[in-house]
């Protein structure tokens, strides 16, 4: 019987884990969109463009100029928030390898010497717990530092290149079908 009280144990947390894990992505994709629509406020209050013309061709060249200047990798601020991205993403990798660690331990230490060490899973939610929550302040933090969140800059320049190589490919295309159109 101690078995079974063992499994469910290790496998309750493993659950608990999981869902605690679904529903902190699902609130990280909300702040992700809450946190792009803010930026396009934004930049429509400084080009004094309406937010659903932002992405019209005629204002591609002021909303890329205006995103350039912003995330310039030239300002401090921007650098400072590429640093608290690269922070955060090691810290939430050090969670991860933490919780593998402490997972690995209570099975093996469940195994090899005492049922009742299962009961040690559980530490799995309060490390997860301890990790998102020094992430959330550390987050906030930068934001208040530097006016952006971790990362912040860095994705923006991301994107800023993506869009760049994406209207590239696209002339490009536009020429070989004018010159296959011309010969």
């Not at 912040?152 to 869009?163: E, M, N, S």
Request: hydrophobic share 50%.
């Amino acid at each position: 019987m101690s078995i079974l009280i063992a499994i469910g144990h290790i496998v309750g947390a493993l659950i608990s884990l999981v869902a605690f894990s679904m529903a902190i992505l699902g609130l990280a994709e909300w702040e992700s969109e809450r946190n792009r629509k803010s930026a396009l406020q934004e930049m429509s209050l400084a080009l004094s463009i309406p937010v659903d013309e932002l992405d019209k061709s005629e204002n591609e060249t002021k909303v890329i100029q205006f995103a350039l200047n912003r995330f310039s990798s030239e300002l401090l601020r921007n650098r400072l928030s590429d640093l608290c991205g690269w922070v955060q993403s090691g810290w939430g990798w050090f969670g991860a390898l933490l919780q593998t660690g402490i997972f690995l331990g209570v099975v093996w230490f469940t195994i090899t010497d005492d049922l009742t060490n299962s009961v040690y899973a559980w530490w799995l939610i309060a490390v997860a717990f301890f990790f998102w929550i020094s992430s959330v302040f550390f987050a906030l933090i930068c934001r208040l530092l530097t006016g952006r969140f971790p990362g912040q800059a860095r994705l923006a320049r991301k994107k800023l290149a993506d869009t760049a190589e994406q209207r590239r490919s696209v002339m490009m295309n536009n020429d070989e079908i004018g010159s296959t159109n011309g010969v």
